[in-house]
């Protein structure tokens, strides 16, 4: 035994020098690499200055002014896919650090395409890019983060065609710098028009997804589990605890369960540099489907048309919004898809005896429509002997108060709804001429112009 | 990501070093690059140092990820070593069970006794065995020589006593009285092997 010990310590003494040898390798690697792209940018910069003839043997010490392009060989394209697109995880030190990153690195090389007046190579570059983004999304397409990433840099790539395709909207915002970098030769539109759409499909399929986790918990932790025990009410066991395990006490789906779901979506899309407005429409999706599913289990169920019932849903409901609160999201408008469920948590709640009561009802019930009004009156359960069921006089005093009302009669709502997205302009504040290509992404074919 | 799967990035940082998994160093990528996100204005300043932080974390990753295979490597290899060194104490002892405690130390040989072939006599018993048959064998000679000779009528002497002496089967077979009486080496050895 002694002599395995000794071997395993003098296996781990080799290990630590080859590791130190490792990394003087790696130094010496990276040194030279960046002697390599700064000679590259070097010659790059020579060829269109002829300025620089007259000094010909002062080279800069300091780093030499970039134009923020990456120059790429032709046949080095299908290379380029491959590493920035369809091999790249979502997770890795250079996208982690730089979530947008490789939505740039893409775009830098458009520009040096349009630079060279190509129309060849530029053609063939957004088309490959277009394709390797489908196919990769096609290939993850269960994946939250997959969806995330790629719908992220995928709207980066568009607001970077936007901001500088030279068009007096989007120029605005721009830096003097960032207006001379502007594309030079040719007119992208059509392409962002592609790849809008594209935008659109990966939205719809990342909401698609988070959807189908979601779907199952939502009646369970919204109807059925009883958080409240009487009248006091226990708070749900937080969002982010380390030992929390996804099931209360009876294994079965809670209103933690998911509010937790929700903060691993919405991590899930800021990790990887989700633009706000994104987010925030994502979020609003999400809970619509709450709210809808809720509300349509109660136009089904006579055993959740209870006072304790509405009760719970309201309470749901609070719990939801200070979740919005703490993630910043109030102003997406997700708390007003729950609007019709609220509705029906309080008028289950309410008094429906007296013609004040139905007065009432008729005039707070705004975002439901009569035979729904109607649906949950004539469900209504009493939860003891004491409270009496609501009498269909009582019911057609509701009805005259909402006799004027002209709209929609159907008794569900439709979950599969969904709200148009939109992709609003977001300029970048990103100097291209700072942006570095790190070594970790495989792309040394790539030369910093 | 499975259902209510949740991770806090900061707390890799609290980890000790030798414990870092390559998924830490990737929520300490992310947690820096959102702070480096907190002080960066024109995009300029802080892009180098962002970068250079970028590369330093690459380093990390390489290390941290090779740190984890060879320490998994040099434990498959020490649990490898350590079952074999098991399995040939176990086979040692199961086959020196008969005779108890056995070392063989060098020079020494092991010898099964239920094998036929198994070596049994000694060196001075051999000789002494070979001696022998080499006195008979001239014994016989001569005596050979002597009846062609009486048979050719060249010794007009009476018939000897015939001694057959067969070497090459046991005397088992023999009832002469001749060779029951000698106590040669032989006999000894040839009666033990009958018993």
């Known amino acids: 035994?002694?002599?395995?010990?000794?071997?395993?310590?003098?296996?781990?003494?080799?290990?630590?020098?080859?590791?130190?040898?490792?990394?003087?390798?790696?130094?010496?690697?990276?040194?030279?690499?960046?002697?390599?792209?700064?000679?590259?940018?070097?010659?790059?910069?020579?060829?269109?200055d002829?300025?620089?003839?007259?000094?010909?043997?002062?080279?800069?010490?300091?780093?030499?002014?970039?134009?923020?392009?990456?120059?790429?060989?032709?046949?080095?394209?299908?290379?380029?896919?491959?590493?920035?697109?369809?091999?790249?995880?979502?997770?890795?030190?250079?996208?982690?650090?730089?979530?947008?990153?490789?939505?740039?690195?893409l775009f830098m090389c458009v520009r040096h395409a349009d630079y060279l007046n190509d129309d060849n190579k530029l053609k063939s570059l957004m088309n490959r890019i277009i394709q390797g983004v489908k196919k990769v999304v096609l290939a993850h397409q269960k994946d939250v983060e997959s969806l995330s990433f790629w719908l992220s840099n995928t709207y980066q790539l568009l607001n970077c065609l936007k901001q500088y395709s030279g068009e007096e909207q989007f120029l605005k915002q721009s830096t003097p710098r960032q207006k001379k970098n502007c594309l030079q030769n040719f007119d992208l539109s059509e392409h962002r028009q592609i790849l809008s759409d594209l935008a659109i499909q990966i939205y719809h399929q990342l909401i698609s997804v988070m959807q189908k986790t979601l779907t199952p918990a939502i009646v369970p932790g919204m109807l059925e589990h009883e958080s409240l025990q009487g009248i006091s009410s226990m708070k749900p066991t937080g969002f982010r605890k380390r030992s929390s395990s996804l099931y209360n006490d009876s294994e079965t789906y809670s209103i933690s369960s998911i509010l937790q779901e929700l903060s691993v979506f919405y991590s899930a899309m800021s990790h990887h540099g989700m633009e706000q407005s994104l987010t925030k429409q994502a979020v609003k999706q999400l809970f619509f489907l709450i709210g809808a599913t809720t509300f349509n289990q109660i136009m089904l169920r006579k055993d959740m048309c209870s006072c304790r019932k509405g009760m719970q849903i309201r309470c749901n409901i609070s719990y939801l919004e200070e979740w919005l609160k703490e993630n910043e999201l109030q102003s997406c408008g997700a708390i007003d898809t729950l609007r019709p469920l609220a509705q029906a948590?309080?008028?289950?709640?309410?008094?429906?005896?007296?013609?004040?009561?139905?007065?009432?009802?008729?005039?707070?019930?705004?975002?439901?429509?009569?035979?729904?009004?109607?649906?949950?009156?004539?469900?209504?359960?009493?939860?003891?002997?004491?409270?009496?069921?609501?009498?269909?006089?009582?019911?057609?005093?509701?009805?005259?108060?909402?006799?004027?009302?002209?709209?929609?009669?159907?008794?569900?709502?439709?979950?599969?709804?969904?709200?148009?997205?939109?992709?609003?302009?977001?300029?970048?504040?990103?100097?291209?001429?700072?942006?570095?290509?790190?070594?970790?992404?495989?792309?040394?074919?790539?030369?910093?112009? | 990501m499975e259902f209510g799967e949740e991770s806090s990035p900061a707390l890799a940082f609290e980890k000790n070093a030798f414990e870092l998994t390559v998924e830490d160093v990737y929520d300490i990528s992310?947690?820096?690059?959102?702070?480096?996100?907190?002080?960066?204005?024109?995009?300029?300043e802080v892009s180098d140092l962002q970068?250079?932080?970028?590369?330093?974390?690459?380093?990390?990753?390489?290390?941290?990820?090779?740190?984890?295979?060879?320490?998994?490597?040099?434990?498959?290899?020490?649990?490898?070593?350590?079952?074999?060194?098991?399995?040939?104490?176990?086979?040692?002892?199961?086959?020196?069970?008969?005779?108890?405690?056995?070392?063989?130390?060098?020079?020494?040989?092991?010898?099964?006794?239920?094998?036929?072939?198994?070596?049994?006599?000694?060196?001075?018993?051999?000789?002494?065995?070979?001696?022998?048959?080499?006195?008979?064998?001239?014994?016989?000679?001569?005596?050979?020589?002597?009846l062609q000779l009486y048979k050719s009528g060249i010794l007009p002497q009476s018939e000897p006593t015939m001694v057959d002496v067969d070497l090459s089967t046991p005397p088992a077979t023999e009832d002469s009285s001749s060779t029951v009486n000698e106590k040669t080496t032989i006999g000894k050895l040839f009666s033990f092997r009958r018993k």
């Not at chain 1, 004539?378 to 709209?407: A, C, H, M, W």
């Not at chain 2, 040692?92 to 070392?103: A, D, L, R, V």
């Not at chain 2, 016989?140 to 020589?145: D, S």
Request: net charge negative.
């Open chain 1, 1 to 48: 035994m002694e002599g395995l010990t000794l071997r395993v310590e003098h296996l781990q003494n080799e290990n630590g020098k080859l590791q130190n040898l490792f990394q003087e390798k790696s130094n010496i690697n990276e040194d030279i690499r960046q002697e390599v792209s700064r000679l590259s940018s070097e010659n790059s910069v020579c060829r269109c």
């Open chain 1, 50 to 105: 002829l300025h620089l003839r007259v000094h010909p043997k002062q080279t800069p010490a300091l780093p030499k002014e970039y134009l923020g392009m990456l120059e790429y060989k032709r046949e080095d394209e299908a290379r380029l896919i491959q590493n920035i697109i369809t091999d790249l995880k979502p997770k890795g030190v250079a996208v982690n650090v730089i979530p947008t990153l490789p939505a740039f690195i």
């Open chain 1, 345 to 449: 948590a309080w008028l289950l709640q309410v008094n429906k005896s007296t013609d004040e009561d139905a007065k009432e009802i008729a005039e707070k019930c705004t975002e439901l429509n009569p035979v729904q009004i109607v649906k949950i009156l004539n469900s209504y359960t009493p939860i003891d002997d004491f409270e009496k069921r609501v009498t269909s006089s009582f019911v057609r005093q509701v009805q005259s108060f909402l006799q004027e009302y002209e709209g929609a009669t159907q008794l569900m709502l439709d979950t599969d709804y969904r709200f148009q997205v939109t992709f609003p302009f977001y300029p970048s504040s990103t100097a291209l001429e700072s942006l570095q290509v790190p070594s970790s992404l495989n792309l040394e074919f790539l030369t910093r112009i």
């Open chain 2, 30 to 44: 992310y947690v820096i690059g959102r702070d480096l996100l907190k002080i960066s204005s024109t995009g300029e």
């Open chain 2, 51 to 146: 970068f250079r932080i970028v590369r330093v974390l690459e380093m990390f990753e390489t290390l941290v990820n090779k740190y984890n295979l060879s320490v998994e490597e040099l434990k498959m290899e020490r649990d490898n070593l350590k079952a074999e060194l098991d399995r040939i104490i176990r086979e040692g002892s199961s086959s020196s069970g008969q005779t108890g405690q056995q070392t063989v130390g060098a020079n020494q040989l092991v010898v099964d006794l239920n094998d036929p072939n198994r070596p049994r006599f000694t060196m001075q018993e051999l000789k002494e065995v070979l001696q022998e048959r080499n006195q008979l064998k001239a014994q016989l000679m001569v005596a050979q020589e002597e």
